[in-house]
């Protein structure tokens, strides 16, 4: 079965400095990888995903994601962080192709922006 | 706008009431999920549809029922809510190949 770790529940930064968010995952088989953002009170907005191909992954907001297959990860970086990136962030996995069985998520990571 | 649709945006019910939460979409969108949100659990899977006509449990299927009415819509029903229950509720939709669209959510408190 996939599960999804996400190392840190909180993570506290700078304004305009580099920020990343650790994704590591668990599966027996190929897997397909995705970073969700959720502002306050709202739904989830896919950020960026991994299906197959370069490992470099970029996405929306000046955010990219490396998949390490290795190493099992799949982080989520940002060069410079801006007040508005202040949110909670989920990465998730499936297994399946298609994904029609769902998206297994992790617990999530509170990015906090300090000015 | 195009997207899924959730309602009601907020509820609040009794132990032992019951209430069906909706959800739509309108981008022809094949499968269908219901997750729930509680702190610090991230999002798990309740039930889903891969496709109209059909439905699958997801992890945390128990004392929750659906119906997909047709390839627009998902209903998750409580037959008697319990305090466990209480969860902010996502409804998500996705194409054949990747491209989950979440609704806004819908944030039941069962008293």
């Known amino acids: 079965a996939q599960s999804v770790t996400q190392l840190d529940s909180q993570v506290p930064v700078f304004e305009e400095a580099p920020v990343e968010l650790r994704c590591n995952y668990s599966?027996?088989?190929?897997?397909?990888l995705f970073w969700y953002v959720q502002y306050p009170n709202q739904g989830l907005q896919l950020l960026l995903k991994y299906l197959s191909g370069s490992t470099l992954v970029k996405g929306i907001n000046g955010f990219e994601a490396e998949f390490n297959k290795s190493q099992t990860s799949f982080h989520l970086r940002k060069p410079s962080v801006h007040i508005s990136d202040t949110a909670e962030y989920f990465c998730?996995?499936?297994?399946?192709?298609?994904?029609?069985?769902?998206?297994?998520f992790g617990k999530g990571t509170h990015l906090i922006i300090q000015p | 706008n195009a997207g899924v649709t959730q309602t009601p945006k907020f509820q609040v019910l009794k132990t032992g009431q019951s209430m069906t939460l909706q959800c739509a979409q309108d981008m022809n969108h094949n499968s269908m999920y219901w997750y729930r949100q509680d702190p610090g659990m991230g999002l798990r899977l309740i039930y889903y549809?891969?496709?109209?006509?059909?439905?699958d449990k997801g992890e945390v299927p128990n004392g929750y029922n659906v119906s997909r009415l047709n390839k627009r819509e998902f209903s998750l029903r409580l037959e008697s809510a319990a305090p466990s229950q209480t969860s902010v509720y996502f409804c998500?939709?996705?194409?054949?190949?990747?491209?989950?669209?979440f609704g806004s959510g819908t944030r039941l408190t069962v008293v």
């Open positions: 549809s891969a496709s109209e006509g059909t439905t």
């Open positions: 599966s027996s088989v190929s897997v397909y």
């Open positions: 998730a996995v499936s297994e399946s192709g298609g994904g029609a069985d769902g998206l297994t």
């Open positions: 998500a939709s996705t194409p054949v190949y990747y491209g989950y669209t």
